[in-house]
């Protein structure tokens, strides 16, 4: 009845329409995450109206093999005589949408695992974690084209094989994440209140780990795209005739002993997408973890 | 102590802080004045959020991060600390000004030893030698009456008990002699029992070497007894300033008379007529959190009427919340059982069925951690409307509105926001809304007033009690605050060591011939007489001389 907390009202009004708001926030962010965000837009352009942008067909033989850049192949064309530059815009596409499923995949299945780790307890989560544990204690890239030449190199097994290893480290990061979250008392009080495993993990702690999961996002993406271009180049990646960036590089990499700087093209584009992402992953990373400057 | 002769050590003018938040500098202190002598203490009270930390620490010339000092002047034996340099003010401070905080347990480094910790700042500022530190740390141990003080030092934080470590901390402010040393609510956290010998070391140290201090506080009846002069704060301003046996007895402004007044609240109602069978019975409970481990639980029996209130009193650690994590289901007791209204609960919660479940709900000491804060109010008080009681659209919006005005927020304002929109004590309100959603007979309430300002806790006994006489509710009100329980319980339970050592109906375990244990529980809070902690300290200074005699 007194209780001088109930009359004074509580900071600014939330009338402010939540599109402004996101204004707002792009506007304030620093150069470096504007630049970041600029560019995963361009590539998402691209790689949505490739089709449009290309030049040439995605694997149309249109000239000699290895001409140099001129008027009618901006840059060039490749060992079997394809235009470069349509080749990197259809890359983006392969290359960029592969990475992105991979990515969503282990994100579904090492969040889910980790989540539920968390909350169980007990041998469940001795099990997962040690099953883990023996995964990651393989080194990655080699572990993946063992079992890339053992299942064969189609785009399903790529994702499932890529998209379970960096599953491991998804899990790690969102079983931590979720610990935290899982001793506090809301958590306490959903299970006394009889609520069942996948509302306790869905509706009580994702919302609360969203944020670094978010980020994680973000960096698990590189890596999987990296990966995925690695192995492209080592022929056991996305296969031919698929444009695609890591596989592009080594077709065209002879060029480079001519002074022909063509396969530096798709690997600064892998390049710049990396450094775009990290930029934003790095001011989403600042803004969440409520480290706050010294004024 | 007069105050008049003595020299002039600091003198804060209107000190101005702000502090940045929501993309704005907003004030936190809007110009305060004062002025300390030497040797002497200057309570500062106030809620939170009235300023009291940002000035204690100010008064070192430190702004916490995200702060700043943007006016006035701060100047300390003639240096003005808004102006001077990182490095004068580094001299200054630890060795000429030192600093008590509110957690010692989370002030300590755990890596090293008590006494290395003391001499640190004694080596730091090139005062003395690692043997004059450490002899003199045992000295200032003794003289605090540490147990076994020649070695009590060599141990790590961890390996001495909260009280110890706070009077260690206070020693350890102490190792260079300041003329200064700020408190900041270093007696909060600690029992009562506790509290009373950690005050009276620091009144000992304060009056022995003459040192100054400001004492920060939200507990009056602490600050009655240590300050000369008290200084009331609100909302970074001073509301009024005078010698504490004045400020006490005569007041002058509304807002220090209603912060006097604020443990005025008893219960309205004589206790009801109680049905003859009861609600919830704890039956022979013991319990362990490792199997065959020791007891924390022990033989624990007593049981609650519906429409009554029992108050679980004791210090930490003498198994209050155990018997409320038995009663939940979240810990499984090695013996005995939980019967409500007639039937037996099974152990585990997982086995209880939804209905069982929704019969007893729980409020937390913590309501920032208690609701989730990605959770909108609506969904907070909704979820359990739906899951318990199957209500859907307008049914359900109509009942979150009842639920909303029961406690007495208004709905179309609060329903759509964040539990971080909202303060503390609305925080706790809501908390009592989700537990009332589910319609039960019996409520848990843990400590649920600790975290909360006495004007803001004040609302919610109020409100706990206004429901009660309404929905004919039973609580079990967990807490270590008696004034809580002699304003609100029917009935008493009191714990030591996880056994019950005395209970029955509050007025006649708060009236005597007491039991051993309820007494020194009862005689350890602080009362608002000035002379309090003299009288009890004199008190029982003679009767172990008494006990002496005897043997």
């Not at chain 1, 993990?201 to 996002?217: Q, Y």
């Not at chain 1, 584009?269 to 450094?275: D, F, K, S």
Request: glycine fraction near 8%; hydrophobic fraction near 45%; charged fraction near 20%.
């Amino acid at each position: 009845m007194n209780d001088p907390s109930i009359q004074s009202s509580t900071g600014p009004s939330f009338e402010v329409s939540k599109t402004r708001q996101l204004v707002r926030v792009l506007l304030q962010a620093p150069l470096s995450a504007k630049i970041g965000l600029f560019i995963i837009f361009v590539y998402i352009f691209v790689a949505l109206f490739a089709p449009l942008i290309a030049p040439f067909g995605e694997s149309e033989l249109v000239g000699r093999k290895y001409q140099v850049w001129d008027d009618e192949f901006l840059l060039g064309t490749d060992n079997l005589g394809r235009d470069m530059l349509t080749r990197i815009i259809y890359g983006a596409r392969n290359t960029v949408g592969i990475a992105v499923i991979t990515t969503v995949f282990a994100f579904v299945t090492g969040g889910v695992c980790g989540i539920i780790a968390a909350v169980v307890g007990g041998w469940l989560d001795q099990l997962l974690s040690r099953v883990v544990d023996v995964l990651m204690a393989i080194p990655s890239l080699i572990f993946s084209m063992l079992l890339l030449s053992i299942f064969g190199t189609s785009v399903i097994s790529l994702i499932l094989i890529i998209g379970t290893l960096d599953a491991t480290r998804v899990f790690r990061i969102s079983r931590a994440v979720s610990l935290n979250v899982v001793v506090m008392d809301f958590i306490e009080a959903a299970k006394l209140r009889g609520e069942k495993l996948a509302w306790i993990s869905v509706r009580e702690i994702l919302p609360n780990i969203a944020a670094p999961l978010a980020a994680e996002f973000g960096l698990r993406f590189c890596f999987v795209f990296l990966t995925i271009s690695a192995l492209s180049f080592l022929g056991l990646g996305i296969q031919p005739p698929t444009a695609d960036w890591g596989s592009m590089v080594r077709d065209t990499a002879d060029l480079i002993t001519f002074e022909d700087y063509t396969p530096l093209i798709p690997a600064a584009a892998i390049m710049i997408l990396t450094i775009g992402v990290n930029f934003v992953v790095d001011w989403f990373l600042h803004k969440t973890s409520g480290l706050k400057d010294e004024y | 102590m007069n105050t008049e002769s003595k020299e002039v050590l600091l003198e804060v003018r209107n000190l101005q802080i702000e502090g940045f938040s929501e993309d704005r500098w907003h004030q936190i202190v809007k110009g305060v004045d004062f002025t300390l002598h030497r040797g002497e203490v200057l309570g500062l009270i106030g809620e939170s959020g009235a300023g009291k930390s940002t000035i204690g620490v100010a008064a070192m010339g430190y702004a916490k991060p995200g702060c700043r000092i943007n006016g006035g002047s701060i100047k300390f034996d003639g240096i003005d600390l808004v102006t001077a340099s990182d490095e004068q003010k580094r001299i200054l401070r630890g060795s000429r000004i030192a600093y008590v905080a509110q957690s010692a347990a989370a002030s300590f480094n755990p890596a090293h030893k008590l006494i290395d910790q003391f001499s640190e700042s004694l080596l730091e500022h090139g005062l003395g030698s690692r043997e004059q530190a450490y002899a003199d740390a045992k000295a200032l141990y003794a003289r605090i009456r540490m147990p076994d003080p020649d070695r009590i030092g060599f141990r790590y934080p961890h390996q001495v008990s909260g009280g110890q470590l706070q009077r260690a901390m206070t020693a350890m402010a102490l190792s260079c002699r300041p003329d200064l040393i700020i408190f900041d609510e270093p007696t909060t956290a600690l029992d009562v029992t506790t509290q009373i010998e950690v005050l009276a070391t620091i009144r000992d140290i304060v009056e022995q070497f003459n040192t100054a201090a400001i004492y920060i506080t939200h507990d009056l009846a602490v600050v009655a007894q240590m300050a000369d002069r008290i200084k009331v704060l609100r909302h970074g301003e001073s509301v009024e300033e005078s010698a504490t046996r004045t400020m006490l007895s005569h007041p002058r402004e509304e807002y220090t008379k209603s912060l006097w007044a604020v443990r005025s609240f008893r219960k309205t109602v004589a206790a009801p007529q109680l049905e003859p069978i009861a609600l919830v019975k704890i039956s022979d409970i013991t319990a362990t959190y490792a199997r065959g481990g020791q007891a924390v639980l022990s033989e624990v029996d007593f049981e609650i009427h519906r429409g009554e209130t029992v108050a679980v009193v004791g210090e930490s650690g003498s198994g209050k919340s155990t018997t409320a994590r038995v009663i939940t289901g979240l810990l499984r007791p090695e013996k005995g059982e939980i019967v409500f209204d007639g039937e037996v609960l099974p152990a585990d919660y997982r086995n209880r069925s939804l209905h069982q479940l929704q019969q007893v709900q729980m409020i937390y000491q913590r309501p920032d951690t208690a609701i989730n804060p990605r959770h909108k109010i609506r969904d907070i008080l909704g979820r359990p409307l739906s899951l318990y009681l199957g209500l859907r659209g307008s049914a359900r919006e109509q009942r979150l509105i009842e639920l909303m005005e029961m406690i007495e927020m208004n709905p179309k304002q609060f329903l759509d926001r964040l539990p971080d929109e909202l303060s503390g004590g609305q925080k706790q309100r809501i908390c009592i809304a989700r537990a009332l959603a589910a319609n039960p007979s019996f409520i848990i309430c843990d400590e649920v007033t600790s975290a909360l300002d006495q004007l803001v806790a004040e609302g919610i006994l109020r409100l706990l009690d206004q429901l009660q006489q309404e929905l004919n509710l039973a609580y079990m009100f967990i807490t270590h605050d008696l004034a809580t329980v002699k304003a609100i319980a029917d009935r008493v339970v009191v714990m030591l060591q996880g056994r019950i050592v005395d209970q029955g109906p509050t007025n006649e375990i708060f009236s005597p011939p007491y039991h051993e244990y309820t007494e020194l529980l009862l005689s350890s809070v602080p009362e608002m007489d000035p002379d309090w902690m003299d009288r009890i300290l004199a008190e029982r200074a003679s009767k172990m001389g008494m006990a002496a005699a005897d043997n």
